[in-house]
């Protein structure tokens, strides 16, 4: 069964940027996109367990870049899009209840 737990407030992730946080056990990379939205994926790139948030965020194409190989992960399905990564990301629902932004996990 999953629920909803408070990750961060909108003001803790810039408009096109990606901020990591502890949310049960696990690392989530939370995507802010502007005027799409919030998304949130698994922290860790499936291909070398770096760390997602720290890549490039492109708001046009929705995706996010590992700034160690360059694969680039879909944030709302978690498919790899560019190689190397050839293994999706887990994708975690989003919801902004007043300032706040919650995933489902």
Request: glycine residues 6%.
């Amino acid at each position: 069964m999953t629920s909803a737990v408070r990750v961060c407030s909108v003001e803790d992730v810039p408009a096109g940027e990606a901020r990591r946080f502890a949310v049960d056990g696990r690392l989530v990379a939370v995507v802010n996109l502007g005027d799409e939205g919030f998304r949130a994926v698994d922290a860790i790139c499936s291909h070398e367990h770096y760390y997602l948030d720290e890549g490039e965020v492109d708001v046009d194409l929705e995706t996010i870049e590992c700034p160690k190989h360059g694969s680039t992960f879909d944030l709302d399905t978690g498919a790899a899009r560019t190689l190397p990564a050839i293994t999706p990301v887990d994708v975690f629902p989003v919801t902004v209840t007043d300032d706040d932004v919650l995933i489902e996990v």
